[in-house]
Every structure is written in structure tokens, then in C-alpha cells.
């Protein structure tokens, strides 16, 4: 049979493990028909793909993930995978928090292929030795330690300039209050969170963090702020565990070059996001074998190992052999099983995990114009907020 | 619309014409015809079909449960709107009206037989033929402030220059009209230069003979015979500003913020990504809305006068 | 006012010479017409003169300046072209008062100006159209117009005239004429009616394949034409040319008309046909000149009646053309419309050659000058 | 024009000094339209390491064509590391047969609506124009249906169509635009002659419009070839053309970033709209009606 | 070969009336000559008839079918526009064989077709230039040929020869009219030049202001105009119109040239001019009725001689035009060249009225019909 996948995959490591999986695939004599769409964290691609499904010609998969995978089962376009998953124990090896996002009214509807962390800081000891500071711990000690290297000539913080970016950050910070701050504010969307003092105090501090940023920052790529600490010219960044390829490709060593460590503050805590594949009703039996084939071989050790050690994530399934991963996913896939039993793992919600795509965007827009423009108070920006994230319900 | 126009014929009505048409009369409007229902299906049906959706609570995909009017309620309701048709305003203007001049002035200067016409042109048309999604790296190099222009002046000794733009919420559209009226300029020179090509040279014996030198010339007579190109390129050009999305998505991805945002990026953001299709839908009719506002009572003007035969 | 001088203008399309070195000098205010067969070069020339297209050789002088290359806005020149060359973009009005606009002539004088040509070419209820919506003969007006709204050195008329009815033909004729009274500019003028030719013009031109054969008066063109070109397309309709032997008699070289009645016509300037004795010559006889016996002309010296055999006639209104053929050769006669003459008739008509002119039938050259 | 210039042999200092001033201000302006396209030639025979350590005027210390060969041949689009060479013959398929078509069809509407009008035929044009103001973005759905329905989604003829539907406007107004100074006799002589519509417009119109043919082949090659919305939209994964290509090839999320490959690659993809311009560009001329009429 | 019938052709720009109802038969092979003055309608006549314009109301019909609503190309018709209308693009050999080729003539027919078209037109070195390369005449020509070449039921020349010289011109007319006796095609045919009038027409309409004014032989409109307008537009120049009190004589009515003299002009139509006596009505002479005093003429019934004052004196060749004036009226006489007339002088004329018609001074219609 043959499987169409729609991915956005196509950085050099993710290319290279997505073709693993279609190796498997063929070694299992099905067609793999490669429709990769980047650019724009899939926006493009999700373009693509609806416009796909409304032609009524939609890929047997697609990557898509978090809330949205719910979305698009609720207009019952996703197949059940519940077979696959029965055969594969996926209830077993999947973590909840992970298999609850895969399915749809109980039912499989998709494959993860990764769990990313997205709260962490990402240092250049050199820079630090430098200017004689120390990886700050909490917020408020970022501070302190950014005057320090702002001080010896250094950008204290590398950032970039895409929402999503500024949203990361803010993520990170609101993070420092809390779970339970972090639940209600960005899942529960509780207006009462929303216009509470704490969230006063976030943007304020991220306003603050904001004057630690160099000035060239806007329109900047995320992998072009990774650089600046790779180069020595900044000393940290806050930044899923992506950017990982980054040091990678530019030949430096964890531990070494670089180092990794929760963002400030939240050390017990974890962002995630989860990559996944859905797959969508085809005809003909013979796609439809080659689609459950898909979803098993996914969750196949061999495909989960290859795939995140290119994208610097960790596996989406558990008890997999650890040898390969470097430090930083050790403490990762640490960090992931102890949060799970405290209730510390949360979705990233500035990466589409916790919210609706629509309440993400609100929460953007606020966060993103608030971060650009040095005249607004936190006050309006909290009000701006919650009366944005109220319009987009 | 007009499907009844187009099949009557002023004569037919009229007694004493015979009831019979040749195939030879109905031509025209044949090999009209496909254009006509491509028209009213692909553009006016699905003007329709959005302008039913933008009053409806649309998300990720097209539903139909109405809500009146309130999708348009929140998009004024919306910063990001404003911000993003505000822009529209200054960036189309300014777009526009350069890349008029700047289309006019060129194509002038090329036609007083210019040795390697061909290549000058070609360099001026170039900026099209390269897509943004590659270019707008090369833009955003140049207008960034750490290492383009800003740097390239003060290495040549201009230590005072600044030139930041780019990351300036108030500036940024203006990087967007550099870069716009850099990528669209040399088409409307191209334009222009056919124009000129046709004009009939008496023309401009008579007006040499009447005293006129060139520039006047051009101003009072080539120029005025060319209102139909003046007309192509303004339908060109705004329909370029309106839609410049690639642009905006390539040059500053809408920021600082959302300070560079245009309306189309704003509908594709909601309706694609935010799935807010209602929303986005709204915008659109806004857009259309802004665009019937100014083009309407310029195609009457226009389809009014006569032409010179 | 200013002279213009023509200096050996030569004119190349590529290989094709147009103008194969023209030389005419105009005075100060003088009237000059062109005229010479289609394609002969007239607006070739005229161009040439205005500066709109660029002359191979030669010069050109107006006012005593080289203007060879100068800019044609500078050599202060009217013109009105055979293409008329209206601005499709403006008014009756506006192209009118271009030229006045661009020499910075005040709104209101130009108003008046518009006013005064428009009504001078009876277009005044047009000045609001656009060139599209007139007819033939009124676009040509509106680049008269054009050209007689500004005051310039040198006027150059291209057949200003030839899309007009006769009757406002001749108005406009009478309007050029007193205005070129008035100003006394200069005026070049390119025409195809031998009557606005003899009736304007101070000298004439006459040009065949980009030469001038003969500059000189009307008078003196249609009465003493250069060569055989010019005798025959000067007049309409035109001269009669009859290949005829000379004779000698006893007063002298005379010429047989046919050779079969052997009428013999006397020729005024005898001298020169002496060295032809016994040769054909071609002898040139206006139309005319052969016409129904004249009582009052009866007897005198260079009038001979005798009998043609009519071919056909062409009432014309004021006269009748009589066709009739002399040794293969068709010759026309003009009677008034009152002499019966039919298809067929031998009727009798009378010849007066005092006015005969004479040429060579090889090359054409006048011999009696 | 020409003809302005053309006459003077001799020229006045003062002339002579315009002409070297005009010259200056084309070349100059020629210097900073070619800027950014120095900035990306300049990299792409660049290697990574310069790239990140250099200024961005700064000659490559050597030339790197490898850039030029991985772009073409080896660079990944996604799974595949093909480079952008395989979606050439995409984008072909779909422009071609595109730009053919919204031209001849420009052509037609705009001989029809200035030379043929009917009653609404000025209507229609306006409707035409207003019509092709629609985002595009937002026809990607209901067009996405259109051609599900007709059996053409995801392949390079529903492109073509696509792009013929939405290209139409602007080719008919090119055309109509021009044909407004053709002066109408010509068409009345031609019926009278014994013409029908396709002769005349075959015989008389067509050969005295090559500079609008152009113009509108430049604009809508460029248009298509350069389209990447509607042919992300509605491609499949064998009909994706060099836009899409190039986009996948630039856009990584992680990785170092190759802008060597990604100018490189840009420059290719321009390649054919470029030789487009230099090929048409001949065919600007002048004088196409001179003779035609008086008046 | 067919006949044409326009009826009640109304034509209207918007609010203008160009057209105001115009009627004409013309039988099957006759040749038309249509005049007036510009702008009066002819083009737009011309263009209705060829189904160029669309008329407004009334009808057309071609050999007997009603062709008002018919497609231009099935009219069968071939048209010389004013304009001219060449094809830019192709070579005149191509342009005069495009509608040969649409009719579907074998390229070897098409080439002799051409080459005969061609020589008759005397532009067969220009076969191969395009318009854009040709004198204004030579367009004109071109334009000729592209009718010529075919043999259409119908021929439309609108003004066809006007921007020829003299000799071409007749050649041309010359032509024309053989081919009309040859083919016997019906023709419509503007004009300005009323020589060509006068000799091609079967009938010619004067039109004015959209209306036709008189339709007749060409013999009938010159001798019997009927009303001023008819007699002051045919003839050139034109007629004389002299305001005449009408004075009761023993023989009868005559008419009393001026007041002073008290000279006494006879008048052939006596008894039209019984209701006017003693009213002024205006009374129309030709120039050629105003000469010199012809001996053979002397005692003719109509015939008066009478001293005038010259004004000016017009030398045109053939004859000299001298212009008098009557009681402010400008008066034209044509003399022959002979005649010595100097202006300052009085000299003897002889008026012959024995053509000469009178007006209603008010109406402007003809009395004596
Ligand atoms: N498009 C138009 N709109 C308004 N009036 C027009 C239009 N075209 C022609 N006319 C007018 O109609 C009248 C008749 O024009 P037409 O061309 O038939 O004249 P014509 O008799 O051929 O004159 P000419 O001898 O000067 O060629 C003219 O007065 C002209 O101004
Ligand atoms: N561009 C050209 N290329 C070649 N020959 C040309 C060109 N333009 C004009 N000619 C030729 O030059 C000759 C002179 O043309 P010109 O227009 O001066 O004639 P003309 O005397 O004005 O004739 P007409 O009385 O017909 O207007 C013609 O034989 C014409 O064919
Ligand atoms: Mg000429
Ligand atoms: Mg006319």
C-alpha cells in the first residue's frame, strides 16, 4: 500500500530520521510518498492540509499534535488506530499525559514520535567565566547575574523575534509561579489568574528580561539567537530542547561548550511538546495496512531512538535504552518521569499543547505586542490579555 | 451580476432586427464566456461563499452556525487589526505612489535610446523574478542594523549613521516599502515602457513643434496617452499591496510584535493558523471591502472615458 | 519673418534617396509652394526643414542661422502635418492652444487666440471634442488651427487643405492669403490643387523624385515650364504634348500637325527650332488653347482652325472638354459648354499656339528659352 | 522618446552632459537594484564558516560552487536529498501551459472588450478586475472543493487551472489596457475585408501587440513560477513545484543554516523567469501602429 | 452589382444628431457621388452603409434584402476609408491582398490580382514597404488598391484621390470610372473635388447638416440647384448671389443689378418673378457667365454688357478671375488671361443670364422650378 506523509521535517537531522521511518516502511513493501511542506512551524503545512482534507484528498498522515489532533477528530476525519495500539501495548509504554493527547473520544487517533522539553536555558560557560557570573536559578537572580555580563560587554540574553519566541520566554517566566498558576492561567483559562497580581508580576519581570536582550533581536531566527551563544557573544538563551542541533552542528559538547539547565525557576517543572503523527481515513485496504503499519512502526524503539537523537528530544515511549542520549536528555527524561508524578508536567502552552490554536494566538498577540512596546504597563498588558484570550473562546 | 447583460444584445430587443444571430455575431461573447463563469464561480461565488462564513463562528474548518455580525465586531474590536489595515494604509500608499514614479521615471529614462537597454532593463526587472522567501533573508541582512547598511556606512567612515529601521515599531513598514517598491518597481518601468513604445511618434514631432521640450513633452502629451498603463499599473500595484504576504512573512514575520502586520497576513494567521475562519473571513471582506472603496469610483472614471481611436 | 535657405539637402532611407539634394533659397516672407508628384519627397522636405527628421547632408539656414541640427522647438517653426498629428488626449481647445501655452503665452490672450482661429476655420462649436469625435475635414482644420494660433518665423503647410470642400477651401485659401498679407511670415506649402498653387504662391516649386525641376513664379511655370515634366503636371487638365515634325518653309520652320491633312502650325520663337528642321519635336499646347473658333481671335497671328474628329466630351460645368487624338496622341480641347460637339462629330476648332511651348523628345528640355 | 534624441548628430555641451548624467542615474540606480543579488551571489560562493564570521560585502577569500552543486543536485527538500533539480520539470509542466493559456485568453477578452463591446462587456471587465481583489487566501478552501469536484486536486492540471483563473484579470487588462489606443478602423477595414473575429485578431491585432505580450508573459511568468501559496495548496507530493521546493530547502528548524545552498538555490530557481526577461525583452519595440491612420 | 436603398437613416453621438433621416435609392451599377460640406455626414453615411456604425433608426438594404443588422462582411462591400486604415503590420502587397485572401482566392489569382491592382495604382516598386515607409499619397493609393482588388457588390470610396497631385488624380479618376464601366459596379463615392464630381457621378447627393439637400444628375444640381445652399456649394468657384430688386419693365419683370446704374438684367424665367416685383429676391450667376465681351455672343437674347470696377485680379492659368463688387457683394467673373484687367480699372463685362437663377432671399429656395 502506500502512505502520504505531510510533515514539516525538513531540516537536515529530521529529514534524515523521517527517512528512517520510511525505510522501514518500504522494507515492509509499502510506497512512502514523501509531502514535506516547512517553514512557518507548520503553517504552511497545516494550510496544506486542510486544504487536502477539503478537497476530499487528504494524506493518509500528518503531523499534527496537541489540541488540534482533537480538532480534526471532532470533524471525524482521523482514522482509529486502536489495533495497532492494542497489539503495541501503547497504554503501557506511552506515558498518560502522552497517550491522552494521541487519542480522540478514547479512541487512537495518532502516533507520537518525541517529547520535547521547552523550558530550558541554554548557557555558554565561557561567556559566564567572563564576565563572572552564575547560571541564575530563579528569575530574579537572572537579573542580577544578566547586569553582570550586560556589564562586561556581553548580550546577556540571545532571543529572536517571532512570537513564538517571545511567547517561550513568557512561558518560562509564568512558569516560575507555579503549576497550579500555570494551569489555571493558560488551560483553564481563568480570568481571575488572568488578571491576578502573579500575572501582573510575570510581565513585569518579562519586561524586565526584555532589556537584556540586544537590539538587534527583531525579525531574528531562533537558530540565529542559538548562535550568538554558540559564538560567545551572548551567554544564554531560553529555548525547547531543538536547539540542541544547533550546538551539535556547530561541534560543540554538552557539558562542555555548552551547558543546559531548566529555565530559572522551574526546575521541577516541564513544558512539553509532543510531536505526533495522525492519520487520516483513506481508501482502499491495502493504504489502510500501510497506515497501521505507519503507526506501529513509529512507536518501534529503533525509530524513536534515531528520530530524537536528531531532533535533541526524548522518546515519546519509556523504558527505552538511555546510552545513546547525551547528558541534556538524561536530565530531560529525568526531569519527565519525576514532573509526571507531581503534576509538574504541563503542555507547553506556547507551543500549541495546552490551548486552542485560538487562544494561543490571542495569548500571542498580547504577549508578543506587550514584549515590542517599551510604553505599555503591565496592568493594561494583563487586561489586554485576559479580555483577548475571553474573545477567542 | 451580469450574466443577463452579457447575452443582450442592444439590437435584438429592437424591432426590425432578425431574430436569427449568426455564429459570427455571437463570437465574442463565446470566447468570453469561460472567463465570465470562471469569474462569477471562482471570484464572485466564492466572495459569496466567504462573505456567508465571515458572519458565521467558522473555526477550523467552514461551518455554518450563524452569528450575525459579530465576527467584524471583534475584528475592529482586534489591535492587531488596526494595526495591520493602518499599515495597509501607509505601506500600499507609499508603494503605490513610488513605484509609480519611480516606474515612470526609469522607463523614461531607458527610452532615449540607451545603449544596452536590454541589460539595464533586465536588472530592473530582476528583483521579481527572484522569490521573497530567499530575497527576504537577503533584505533582512541588509536592513538589519548589526550587519547591513547601518555597518556598511560606518565601516566607510560614516560613524554616525544609523539606519535601524527594521526593528523600529514605527519604522518597520517603511523597510516594507523598500523592499516592495525594490521587487515591484521594474514591472511597472516595464509596463510603462511598452506604453511608450506605442505612442505614435507625429505625436511628438507636433509637440516638439509647438515648443515643448521633452519633459513637457512627456508630461502633456506622451504621458496623458498612456492613462491605460497608469490604469494597469495602479490595478497591478494596489492589488500587490494588498496582497503582499510572502513579503511581510519573509522581511519581519509582521514584527516587532505584530508592528509590521498587513491585513492579508492577518486573515491567512487566523484563518489557517489560529483557525478562526469566521474571523478571517471578515477580514477579508474588510480587505475587499477597502479595496471596492477605492477601486469602484476609479473604474468608472476610467471605463467612462472614450477611447481614442 | 525670416529667409530659409536649402542647402543641398540630401535625404536616405537606407538605401533609398529620398531627397537627391535640394537647393532653394526663400526670402523673408515669401510664399512658397511645393508641388511635385506623389513620393516625390515634398514631406520629406518639409520635415527636414522643421528638424523632425534628421537630413543625411546639406544644410539648412533660417534666418541666416544653420539650424541643420537644432532642436526643432528652437527653430521657431508651424507646421501643419499631412497626417494631421492631433494630441488624442486633449480638446479641439487645448490643441489649439498648446503651442501658445508652451511659449507662454498668458491664459487670457490664448482664449482669445483660440477664439479668433476657431473662427476663422469655423470650428468654434467643435472646441470642446476630442479629435476622435470630428470628422476628416474638421481634424484638419483643428491642426490648421494648431498651426495658425502661434506667430512663428516659417509656417509649413503640408496640404493643409486637401480634406475640405471646395467651397471652404477657397474661404481658407483667402484666409491664408490676406493672413500671410498681414504678417508677412514666411511660408512653405506643400499642395496638390493647381489653384491654390497659382493663387498663393510667390514662386513655385515643382519637385520630382526628391529634385526640384523648376522654382520660379506661377506665371512663369505655367507659362515657360522647364522641361516636359513640369509643362505637363503644372495645368489641369494637363498640357497636350503632340510629337510634330518640323517643317521648313518659306517663313521659316513650322510644325505638322498630322501628317495626313499636313495642317501646318506656326511657333512663336522660330530661331530655335531651326537646328530641328526635319526632326520631331514635341510640341506642348494647353487645352486651352485649343478651343471652338473665336470670332475676336480671328486672323491673328498664331491661330489656325481646323477639323478634329471628336472622342469624347466631358461636360465640367463652366466648360466641355473635347477629347480628341492626332497621330495616336489624345489631345484635350476645352469649348464652351454651348459648342455642339458630339462623340464622332468632325468639327471644327481652333488652334492657338502663341503660347506652344517646345521640347526635345529625348531629354525632355525645354528649346525655346 | 527616440525620436527626441535621434535628431541632433551634433549635440551642445550642455546635451552631452545631460547624457552622461542620465547615464549615471540609470547605472547608479542599476548598482542598487542589483545590491541585494550581489549580497546573495556574494554568499552563496561562500562556505558556512565565512558566511558567519564575514560582513556581508565581503568577497569570498575563494569560491565555493559546491554550494551551486548541493543546491542543485544533493540539498534535502524535506525526506528526499535531491535538491531543487527534480521540481523543475513541475514547474514547467504547470507555467507553461498556464502562462499560454491566461495569455491567449487575456488577449482574446481584451480584443473582445475594446474592439467587439457588447452591452456589459464594460461591466464584466470591471467585475473582472474587482473580482481578482479577492485574497487569495482566502479562495484556498472553497477552490480546494472546486477542484476536489472536478477531479483535478492535487495535480499539475488543477495548478494550471488555478492559476489561468486567477491570472485571467490581469492578462485581460494588459491587454485591454493596450488595445485602447489601437485605432478601430483597423478592425472596421478587416470586417470589411472578409475578416471574422479569429482572423482579425489573429492577422491584425496579434502582430502589433508584442510589447503588451511581453509585458504580460513577464508578469505572469513570474507570477506562476514564483506562485507558492496555491502551489503548496494544491500540489500533491510528485507535483510540487521549485517554490515549494526551495522554500523546504530553506526553512530548517534546526541545523545549522546553509544560506550558501539557500542563495544558491534561490538564484537557480530565478533562472528561467530571468532568461524569460532577457528573451522578451527584445521584442519591446516601437511603432507597431505607425501608418495606420490619419488623424 | 445591387442596388441600395438607405431609409430614414437617423444616426445619432449621444445627443448629437449627425444623420437626421436620410433617403436614397440608388439603382443597381449606378455610380453615386455623394458632396457637402465637412462634416456634414458623408463618413458617418459611408460607415452606416458598410454596417461600421450602427445606425440609429431607418434601414439599409442591399439588392433588395434588408442587410441594416447584417455583419459588415456579408454585405459584400469594399470601403476607402477616409483614414485610410492600413494594416501596419503587413506590406502593401499584403494589405491589398488580405481581403482577397478572406474571400478565399487562390494565392496565384491573388499575386495577378495584386500586380494589376498594383500597376493601375502605379505603386508596384512599394509592394514591399510598409505603410509606416510611404508618402501620404502612396497610403492613399494603398489604401485604393485594398478596395480595388476585389469585386464587391459595393464600393465605398470616401474620399479616395484627395491627397494625390493633379495628373495622378486624373489618371485615377480615369480609372475609376473605367472600371466602373467595366464591372458596373455600384459605387458611393465622397468627394470634395468637384471635377470629379461632375465627370464620375450617374447622380450626386449634396448633403448638409445630415440632411440630403438635392439628389440629381450632375448636370441637374450644377444648371438647376435647388435652393442657395445646392447653388453656392457645387461649382468653384463658387456661384455669384447678388440681392436683386425685382423692377416691372414693359416686357416684363427684370431685375435691377445695382441702384445707381440702374443697369437692367433679363431674367429667362419671367414669369416665376411676377410676385416679386418690387421685392429684393437673390439672384445667382456663375462666374463663367461674367466675361469678357465675347463677339459671337453679342445680340444673344440673355445677354448684357456693362462697365465694372475691378477689385482684384486672380490669375489662374486657363483664366484670370476678376472680382468686382455690386452693392457690397463680392462679385467673381472669369476672363481669359488675355484680357487686360488691372484692379483700379473699369472695364466692360458681359452678363449672360440666360443660366441664371433667382432665390427666395428668405428661404433660400429656388424660384423659377
Ligand atoms: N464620435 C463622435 N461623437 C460626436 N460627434 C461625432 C462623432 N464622430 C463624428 N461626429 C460628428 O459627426 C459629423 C459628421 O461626421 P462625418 O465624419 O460623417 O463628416 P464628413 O461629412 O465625412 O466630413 P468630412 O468631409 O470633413 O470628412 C461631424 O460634425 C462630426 O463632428
Ligand atoms: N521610412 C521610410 N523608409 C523608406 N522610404 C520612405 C520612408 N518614408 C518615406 N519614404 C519614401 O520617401 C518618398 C518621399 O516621401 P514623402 O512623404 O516626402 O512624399 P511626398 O512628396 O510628401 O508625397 P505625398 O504627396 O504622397 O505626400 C516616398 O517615395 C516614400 O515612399
Ligand atoms: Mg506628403
Ligand atoms: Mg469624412
Redesign the pocket.
Known amino acids: 500500500g502506500e502512505v502520504e506523509v505531510l510533515h514539516w521535517w525538513t531540516s537536515g537531522g529530521e529529514a534524515a530520521s523521517i527517512n528512517v521511518l520510511k525505510g522501514l516502511m518500504e522494507e515492509e513493501g509499502h510506497t512512502w510518498k514523501d509531502f514535506a511542506v516547512a517553514g512557518g512551524a507548520g503553517e504552511s503545512a497545516m494550510t496544506v492540509l486542510k486544504s487536502r482534507a477539503i478537497s476530499g484528498n487528504p494524506p493518509a498522515s500528518a503531523q499534527i499534535k496537541g489540541p488540534t489532533i482533537q480538532e480534526w477528530g471532532d470533524l471525524g476525519f482521523l482514522t482509529n488506530l486502536d489495533d495497532v495500539a492494542k497489539k503495541g501495548d501503547w497504554d503501557v509504554v506511552l506515558p498518560q499525559v502522552v497517550s491522552n493527547t494521541m487519542k480522540h473520544e478514547g479512541h487512537y487517533v495518532a502516533a507520537p514520535v518525541n517529547v520535547h522539553r521547552v523550558n530550558w536555558l541554554w548557557a555558554n560557560p565561557e561567556v559566564f567565566r567572563k564576565s563572572g557570573a552564575s547560571i541564575p536559578t530563579t528569575w530574579k537572580q537572572f537579573i542580577t547575574e544578566a547586569d553582570k555580563i550586560k556589564a562586561a560587554g556581553f548580550t546577556p540574553l540571545a532571543h529572536g523575534g517571532q512570537a513564538w519566541q517571545d511567547a517561550t520566554l513568557f512561558e518560562a517566566i509564568a512558569l516560575e509561579k507555579g503549576a497550579k498558576f500555570y494551569n489555571s492561567a493558560f488551560i483553564g483559562l481563568s480570568d481571575t489568574t488572568l488578571r491576578s497580581e502573579d500575572m501582573i508580576d510575570v510581565f513585569r519581570t518579562f519586561k524586565k528580561v526584555r532589556g537584556y536582550v540586544d537590539s538587534g533581536f527583531s525579525g531574528r531566527d531562533w537558530n540565529i539567537a542559538t548562535s550568538m551563544v554558540i559564538n560567545g557573544d551572548a551567554a544564554m538563551q531560553i529555548m525547547g530542547d531543538w536547539a540542541k542541533g544547533e550546538f551539535t552542528a556547530a561541534g560543540k559538547k554538552a557539558g562542555i561548550d555548552y551547558v543546559c539547565y531548566p529555565a530559572p525557576g522551574t526546575s521541577e517543572m516541564f513544558t512539553f511538546n509532543i510531536d505526533s503523527l495522525a492519520m487520516f481515513k483513506v481508501k482502499g485496504e491495502d493504504n489502510q495496512k500501510a497506515q497501521q503499519d505507519l503507526a506501529r512502526l513509529i512507536l518501534e524503539p529503533e525509530f524513536q531512538e534515531t528520530f530524537n537523537l536528531n531532533k535533541g528530544s526524548i522518546p515519546a515511549r519509556l523504558n527505552m535504552s538511555r546510552e545513546k542520549f547525551d547528558t541534556c536528555a538524561h536530565s530531560s527524561m529525568d526531569s519527565f518521569l519525576a514532573s509526571s508524578s507531581t503534576g509538574n508536567l504541563l503542555p507547553s502552552m506556547a507551543h500549541g499543547m495546552a490551548a486552542s490554536s485560538m487562544v494561543q494566538g490571542a495569548i500571542y498577540d498580547v504577549v508578543t505586542n506587550y514584549f515590542n512596546d517599551e510604553s505599555m504597563t503591565p496592568e493594561v498588558a494583563v487586561d489586554k490579555l485576559a479580555r483577548a484570550v475571553k474573545a477567542s473562546m | 451580476m451580469k450574466t443577463n447583460a452579457i447575452n443582450a444584445e442592444p439590437n435584438k430587443a429592437r424591432a426590425g432586427r432578425p431574430a436569427r444571430l449568426t455564429l459570427a455575431d455571437w463570437m465574442p461573447k463565446i470566447v468570453m464566456a469561460p472567463t465570465v463563469i470562471v469569474t462569477l464561480v471562482c471570484m464572485y461565488g466564492y466572495m459569496i461563499w466567504t462573505a456567508v462564513l465571515s458572519m458565521t463562528n467558522s473555526r477550523m474548518l467552514p461551518s455554518y452556525d450563524f452569528v450575525g455580525l459579530s465576527q467584524y465586531e471583534r475584528l475592529f474590536n482586534n489591535d492587531r487589526w488596526i494595526v495591520a489595515l493602518t499599515n495597509l494604509g501607509i505601506f500600499g500608499g507609499l508603494f503605490i505612489l513610488i513605484c509609480l514614479v519611480l516606474g515612470v521615471i526609469l522607463a523614461i529614462f531607458l527610452d532615449q535610446k540607451i545603449r544596452s537597454e536590454g541589460a539595464i532593463r533586465t536588472i530592473y526587472l530582476y528583483p521579481m523574478a527572484i522569490s521573497f522567501i530567499v530575497t527576504g533573508t537577503a533584505w533582512k541582512w541588509l536592513l538589519n542594523p548589526t550587519n547591513g547598511f547601518e555597518k556598511l556606512m560606518i565601516d566607510m567612515g560614516f560613524t554616525d549613521f544609523t539606519f535601524d529601521w527594521l526593528v523600529n515599531p514605527d519604522k518597520v513598514v517603511y523597510c516594507l516599502v523598500i523592499a516592495a517598491v525594490w521587487q515591484a518597481s521594474g514591472f511597472v518601468m516595464a509596463l510603462f515602457l511598452a506604453g511608450l513604445r506605442g505612442v505614435d511618434g507625429d505625436l511628438i514631432k507636433a509637440a516638439q513643434l509647438d515648443g515643448a521640450n521633452t519633459f513637457t513633452t512627456y508630461r502633456r502629451i506622451i504621458l496623458p496617452s498612456l492613462k491605460p498603463v497608469f490604469f494597469s499599473a495602479m490595478v497591478i500595484l494596489s492589488h500587490i499591496a494588498i496582497k503582499s504576504f510572502d513579503l511581510v512573512a519573509a522581511l519581519t514575520n509582521g514584527g516587532p510584535g505584530y508592528s509590521s502586520d498587513l491585513p492579508a497576513n492577518f486573515m491567512y494567521a487566523h484563518t489557517f493558523t489560529r483557525s478562526q475562519i469566521g474571523l478571517g473571513s471578515a477580514s477579508a471582506m474588510v480587505m475587499l471591502g477597502c479595496v471596492l472603496a477605492i477601486l469602484v469610483p476609479y473604474l468608472y472614471s476610467e471605463l467612462r472615458g472614450?477611447r481614442n481611436e | 519673418m525670416a529667409n530659409l535657405v536649402i542647402d543641398n539637402v540630401i535625404k536616405r532611407y537606407g538605401q533609398t534617396e529620398v531627397l537627391k539634394g535640394i537647393n532653394i533659397a526663400i526670402e523673408a516672407g515669401e510664399f512658397l509652394i511645393l508641388v511635385g508628384p506623389s513620393g516625390c519627397g515634398k514631406s520629406t522636405l518639409m520635415n527636414s526643414i522643421a528638424g523632425l527628421e534628421e537630413v543625411t547632408e546639406g544644410r539648412i539656414l533660417i534666418d541666416d542661422k544653420d539650424v541643420t541640427y537644432a532642436n526643432p522647438k528652437d527653430r521657431d517653426i508651424a507646421m501643419v502635418f499631412q497626417s494631421y498629428a492631433l494630441y488624442p488626449n486633449m480638446t479641439v481647445e487645448q490643441n489649439i492652444s498648446f503651442g501658445l501655452e508652451m511659449r507662454k503665452v498668458p491664459k487670457e490672450d490664448r482664449d482669445i487666440e483660440v477664439k479668433r482661429v476657431a473662427e476663422m476655420l469655423q470650428i468654434t462649436h467643435?472646441l470642446h471634442?476630442k479629435p476622435?469625435?470630428?470628422?476628416?475635414?474638421?481634424?484638419?482644420r483643428v491642426a490648421m488651427g494648431r498651426a495658425l494660433a502661434r506667430r512663428p518665423q516659417l509656417y509649413l503647410f503640408d496640404e493643409p487643405l486637401s480634406?475640405?470642400?471646395a467651397k471652404l477651401r477657397v474661404e481658407m485659401r483667402t484666409e491664408i492669403k490676406k493672413l500671410h498679407q498681414k504678417l508677412g511670415t514666411t511660408i512653405v506649402y506643400v499642395t496638390h490643387d493647381q489653384i491654390e498653387a497659382m493663387t498663393l504662391a510667390d514662386r513655385i516649386a515643382v519637385m520630382k523624385d526628391g529634385e526640384v525641376q523648376q522654382l520660379g513664379t506661377p506665371q512663369e511655370i505655367y507659362d515657360n515650364p522647364a522641361n516636359l515634366f513640369v509643362a505637363g503636371f503644372m495645368g489641369s487638365p494637363a498640357m497636350n504634348f503632340i510629337p510634330t515634325k518640323v517643317v521648313a518653309t518659306d517663313t521659316g520652320p513650322m510644325l505638322e500637325l498630322d501628317a495626313v491633312q499636313k495642317t501646318l502650325l506656326p511657333f512663336p520663337n522660330k530661331a530655335c527650332l531651326e537646328s530641328y528642321v526635319g526632326k520631331t519635336i514635341m510640341l506642348g499646347l494647353r487645352p486651352e488653347m485649343i478651343t471652338e473658333p473665336q470670332a475676336h481671335k480671328d486672323g491673328q497671328p498664331f491661330v489656325i482652325t481646323t477639323e478634329i474628329n471628336v472622342e469624347v466630351t466631358e461636360p465640367m460645368g463652366a466648360d466641355t472638354m473635347i477629347l480628341t487624338r492626332v497621330k495616336e496622341n489624345e489631345i484635350n480641347c476645352r469649348s464652351h459648354p454651348a459648342y455642339p460637339a458630339k462623340p464622332g462629330d468632325n468639327i471644327k476648332m481652333m488652334f492657338d499656339t502663341s503660347k506652344a511651348v517646345a521640347f526635345d523628345q529625348e531629354t525632355g528640355v525645354r528649346l525655346d528659352v | 522618446m527616440s525620436n527626441i534624441k535621434a535628431i541632433r548628430r551634433k549635440t551642445t555641451a550642455i546635451e552631452r552632459l545631460l547624457r552622461v548624467a542620465l547615464y549615471l542615474v540609470l547605472i547608479s540606480v542599476a548598482a542598487i537594484y542589483l545590491l541585494p543579488f550581489i549580497v546573495m551571489l556574494i554568499t552563496s560562493l561562500k562556505d558556512v564558516e565565512e558566511i558567519r564570521t564575514g560582513t556581508l560585502l565581503s568577497l569570498p577569500a575563494s569560491l565555493h560552487f559546491d554550494s551551486w552543486s548541493k543546491a542543485w543536485s544533493s540539498a534535502c527538500t524535506g525526506s528526499t536529498c535531491d535538491g531543487i533539480s527534480p521540481f523543475f520539470l513541475n514547474s514547467f509542466q504547470i507555467v507553461i501551459p498556464a502562462v499560454i493559456i491566461s495569455t491567449v485568453l487575456g488577449a482574446i477578452n481584451g480584443y473582445v472588450i475594446s474592439m467587439w463591446k457588447f452591452r456589459g462587456s464594460d461591466l464584466f471587465f470591471a467585475a473582472l478586475l474587482i473580482g481578482c481583489f479577492i485574497p487569495f487566501q482566502v479562495i484556498l478552501l472553497p477552490m480546494a472543493r472546486t477542484l476536489g469536484w472536478l477531479g483535478i486536486a492535487n495535480t499539475t492540471t488543477g495548478l494550471v487551472f488555478v492559476h489561468v483563473v486567477y491570472g485571467v484579470a490581469f492578462t485581460t487588462l494588459f491587454f485591454r489596457n493596450f488595445y485602447q489606443s489601437v485605432p478601430g478602423e483597423l478592425v472596421k477595414a478587416a470586417r470589411l475585408d472578409g475578416a471574422g473575429f479569429f482572423t482579425i485578431f489573429y492577422r491584425i491585432i496579434l502582430p502589433i501587440s508584442t510589447p503588451i505580450i511581453v509585458v504580460t508573459v513577464i508578469w505572469q511568468f513570474t507570477q506562476i513560477w514564483n506562485d507558492f501559496l496555491f502551489g503548496v495548496a494544491f500540489s500533491g507530493f510528485d507535483t510540487q513545484p521549485v517554490t515549494v521546493a526551495l522554500n523546504n530547502l530553506v526553512n530548517t528548524s534546526f541545523g545549522g543554516k546553509e544560506y550558501n545552498v539557500d542563495m544558491a538555490a534561490a538564484i537557480m530557481a530565478a533562472l528561467p523567469t530571468l532568461i524569460v526577461y532577457v528573451l522578451a525583452g527584445k521584442y519591446f519595440v516601437r511603432g507597431l501602429t505607425a501608418g495606420a491612420v490619419k488623424g
Open positions: 472614450e | 467643435l471634442r476622435a469625435q470630428l470628422s476628416g475635414g474638421q481634424r484638419q480634406n475640405l470642400d
